[in-house]
């Protein structure tokens, strides 16, 4: 970013107006489409999180993990389980 330093505004925005775009079409979705706001919110989130993880392994980041879901690392491993 030291070489452009105007850039950092304009990455701000982009990623603002790709925000606004993603509810956009989830509200779409929802009101014409009559699909289950949950649903329509989850599905979008798996899409987005798969992009995410292929646009980093293609961009060489180290350290793009794929977070285990239901994995218990709570300090009372056994706790409520009866």
Do not use: C, F, H
Request: no cysteine.
């Amino acid at each position: 970013m030291a070489k452009y330093p105007g850039a950092t505004w304009l990455i701000v925005l982009a990623v603002i107006a790709v925000g606004l775009l993603i509810g956009l079409v989830n509200g779409l979705l929802v009101v014409r489409a009559g699909l289950q706001s949950l649903a329509v919110t989850l599905e979008r989130s798996l899409i987005l999180t798969g992009i995410a993880l292929v646009v980093s392994a293609r961009t060489g980041r180290r350290g793009s993990r794929v977070v285990r879901v239901g994995v218990d690392r709570s300090p009372w491993p056994r706790a409520g389980r009866g």
